[in-house]
């Protein structure tokens, strides 16, 4: 329900720009914080530090000889897989050539830490077994995760209030996942093979999923100098039953640089039998970006 809620916040929010920028149009259009180059095109890069929740929902694949799955939840914040962070990188680009924009946002992050638990045992073609924290002895987990948007955009309208812009891209994640587990438990598999799971082991995964996306996005400028409120949704489907992201702030702008603060949550949805059944993630953003 929360999710539903904020989809439909978003979707008034881009319903009222629409009308508050109709009822503006006999305006003339504002000039970009920068002006163009020589060609005609604007560009702006922006790196930027993210440090969300992450909340990841795995369905690993069982053994052959057992068959099933070994559903897991996968939980982690800033404070703990900042300390065990092995590289993240992120960014964000755009280039502008009248109304007409492209652009692109990618990060990479790969953590280990977190709060792991083994949801269950499900062997195929039996009821689940639940699977308690107490017999958990040690469990914990590796997550790699690539996360690429790339889209076209045209503003619908602009003028000294800000800028409404549509998009439609597509947005790519893929995920490389490993649990390593120590189980107070041994059960034998239901193929009569002799095969068992339970002790110490691993397990491990990974998907690509690609989602076609449409949205909005824009500045609303503020009274005063340099300040302006940045807003962005999109929503997607295709590889995944859905995906959404959120984001907004506050930012200053002054020449050819400025700097945002911004939240940004971002949603991906699965059903149970793949092998990413959902990611969430959500937290404050801070970015930079430079005109040129």
């Known amino acids: 329900m929360g999710s539903i809620r904020m989809i439909t916040a978003a979707a008034s929010l881009g319903l009222m720009l629409t009308a508050w920028s109709g009822a503006r149009a006999q305006q003339p259009a504002s000039l970009p914080a920068q002006p163009a180059n020589s060609s005609g095109w604007i560009f702006n890069v922006a790196p930027y530090l993210w440090l969300p929740h992450v909340n990841v929902g795995l369905g690993y694949d069982l053994p052959p000889e057992l068959g099933g799955k070994l559903p897991t939840d996968v939980t982690t914040g800033p404070g703990e897989y900042l300390p065990n962070l092995n590289f993240a990188a992120a960014f964000a680009a755009d280039a502008q050539y009248g109304r007409l924009s492209v652009l692109t946002d990618f990060m990479y992050m790969n953590v280990r830490g977190g709060r792991t638990n083994i949801r ?4 195929f073609g039996l009821p689940s077994q639940p699977i308690s924290r107490s017999l958990q002895t040690s469990t914990s ?10 889209a076209g955009g045209y503003t619908v309208a602009s003028g000294p209030w800000g800028n409404f812009d549509l998009l439609a891209g597509f947005r790519f994640l893929g995920v490389k996942a490993n649990t390593d587990y120590s189980l107070a438990l041994t059960v034998v598999g239901p ?73 940004r949550y971002l949603s991906f949805e699965q059903g149970n039998s793949s092998v990413v059944r959902h990611l969430n993630m959500g937290g404050p953003m801070l970015m930079t970006n430079f005109t040129f």
Do not use: E, H
């Open 191 to 263: 193929r009569g093979n002799g095969a068992t799971f339970g002790g110490v082991g691993g397990v491990s995964a990974s998907r690509d999923i690609w989602n076609g996306i449409a949205g909005f996005r824009g500045r609303i400028r503020l009274p005063v100098n340099g300040l302006f409120i940045p807003y962005y949704f999109d929503i997607g489907a295709g590889g995944s039953n859905l995906t959404w992201q959120i984001s907004s702030g506050l930012g200053y702008q002054t020449g050819w640089a400025g700097v945002s603060v911004l939240y």
């Open 120 to 123: 269950s045992l499900d062997f």
């Open 141 to 150: 987990s590796t997550l790699k995760a690539t996360l690429w948007t790339a």
